[in-house]
């Protein structure tokens, strides 16, 4: 079965320096890869996600992701963080079991930025 | 295009009562997915809907637990009776054909059971 680890489920950066949210995940097929944003009291919204073609993937807010095959990862890069990419993030693989699409989560990752 | 619509948006009940969440999809969604979210977790998928079918319930707690897309558009998650343990957001999704596209989310239901 797919799973997700997210490794720290707190990360803390100052303003202007370098967020790196790690993600790994467990696929007995070729995965599709998602990262989501949760700020307080919102649903989840899309950051980027992976399916098939560039490894690296440019999203919304300047962040970044790059699928690693051969080390099972998909982490989560900004080049410098700005107070508002404080939230909650997830890293979450496709599962097809049973021919329908749903997705399963890591436990996340909360990101502060101090000034 | 309006976003996953979901009410209430909070609700404090006490154990052992009953609750009633709702959720319209994006216009023209196939599928529908209801998530649990319990403090510290990641989502959890209850149950998917495509149209107005249930294509998985595997992890849906069936003797407190039901949900319903009458019509295939909107659902409504019901719980009855509800224990503790269930306090957590409830988050409604829709994608458009429940393939590998983007899944759309709502703002959730924070339940809270005293």
């Known amino acids: 079965a797919q799973s997700v680890t997210q490794l720290g489920s707190h990360v803390s950066v100052s303003e202007g320096a370098l967020v790196l949210l790690r993600c790994n995940y467990s696929?007995?097929?070729?995965?599709?890869l998602f990262w989501y944003v949760q700020y307080p009291n919102q649903g989840l919204q899309l950051l980027l996600k992976?399916?098939?073609?560039?490894?690296l993937v440019k999203g919304i807010n300047g962040f970044e992701a790059e699928f690693k095959k051969s080390e099972t990862s998909f982490h989560l890069t900004k080049p410098s963080a700005h107070m508002s990419d404080a939230a909650e993030y997830f890293c979450?693989?496709?599962?097809?079991?049973?021919?329908?699409?749903?997705?399963?989560f890591g436990a996340g990752t909360r990101l502060a930025v101090h000034p | 295009e309006a976003g996953v619509a979901q009410s209430p948006r909070y609700k404090i009940i006490e154990k052992r009562q009953s609750v009633a969440f709702w959720c319209n999809p994006i216009?023209?969604?196939?599928?529908l997915y209801w998530y649990q979210q319990i403090l510290g977790q990641g989502p959890k998928l209850l149950i998917q809907?495509?149209?107005?079918?249930?294509?998985?319930d595997s992890q849906l707690p069936k003797d407190r637990f039901s949900a319903e897309r009458l019509k295939g558009v909107d659902s409504t998650l019901k719980i009855q009776p509800a224990k503790l343990e269930d306090s957590a957001v409830y988050l409604c999704?829709?994608?458009?054909?429940?393939?590998?596209?983007?899944?759309?989310f709502g703002p959730g239901t924070r339940l809270l059971v005293l």
């Open positions: 999704a829709s994608t458009l054909a429940g393939g590998g596209e983007t899944q759309y």
């Open positions: 696929s007995s097929v070729p995965p599709y």
């Open positions: 992976y399916t098939t073609g560039a490894t």
């Open positions: 979450a693989v496709s599962d097809w079991t049973g021919g329908y699409n749903k997705l399963i």
């Open positions: 216009s023209g969604h196939a599928t």
């Open positions: 809907f495509q149209n107005n079918g249930v294509v998985d």
